[in-house]
């Protein structure tokens, strides 16, 4: 379910205009990075701390990336910028190599995709996370959970932690008023409610429907 996870690297701007600081440069990710991105985010994925993406996911989506490399042009880490509309968008998948944390490249990522959402006319950013402190110095706030179903529906149903979520949802900007994937605001236990038993197919049902005409024919009338 998470957007943010060990949160300690960034992105920003093209190859011929990327900033550097720290030793590191921060740049919009390239079909090239979708490789080192899959492994990165589905390194934390095991335990829950950042949902599983395949590889052919990380390609259909890697314009939302940026991504962090060092001056020699490793690969330092990444994180995502996801567009629901005009009212949300949601910081994701950011993360960092375990040798790069400690550099501010975390910092740097996050103002690159908050830039990269006011370019883009978005109104709010969400994010779900279990440092929220560092998310307060970037002007995000704590909010309800259950606000957010964009959020909610997109992923969380598909979450390994489901039940048992201990990240704090977060907010920039105003709550959202609308959502494209679902009702502005659901009852919790429709939330976590999940499809258990057979989905009957419609020739199934009429199948069935058939069966019962017949059944009624073979009856005798009383």
């Known amino acids: 379910m998470s957007s943010s996870a060990s949160l300690l690297t960034a992105s920003e701007s093209t190859a011929s205009t990327r900033t550097r600081a720290g030793g590191a440069a921060v740049r919009p990710a390239r079909l090239v990075d979708a490789i080192h991105i899959f492994e990165l985010v589905n390194s934390l994925s095991g335990d829950g701390t950042l949902l599983r993406r395949s ?27 996801h567009l ?14 375990p040798e790069a944390k400690a550099q501010g490249a975390g ?27 560092f998310f307060l110095n970037f002007g995000f706030k704590i909010a309800d959970r259950m606000a957010l179903p964009d959020k909610i529906y997109k992923d969380c149903q598909a979450c390994p932690r489901l039940y048992a979520c201990d990240e704090v949802a977060m907010v ?6 609308v959502a494209v994937l679902g009702p502005r605001r659901i009852a919790e236990p429709e939330l976590v409610k ?21 059944a009624l024919a073979e009856k005798p009338a009383k």
């Open 194 to 214: 999940l499809q258990v038993g057979h989905i009957a197919h419609p020739a199934e049902e009429a199948a069935r429907a058939d069966a019962e005409v017949a």
């Open 55 to 81: 590889y052919a996911e990380i390609c259909e989506n890697v314009r939302d990336f940026y991504v962090a490399e060092s001056e020699s042009g490793v690969f330092l880490g990444c994180g995502a910028l």
């Open 107 to 133: 910092g740097r990522v996050l103002k690159a995709l908050l830039e990269e959402a006011d370019a883009q006319g978005v109104a709010s950013v969400c994010l779900f996370t279990r440092i929220p402190d």
């Open 84 to 97: 629901y509309g005009p009212h949300l968008a949601e910081v994701r998948s950011i993360v960092v190599k």
């Open 172 to 177: 920039r900007g105003p709550m959202p008023k």
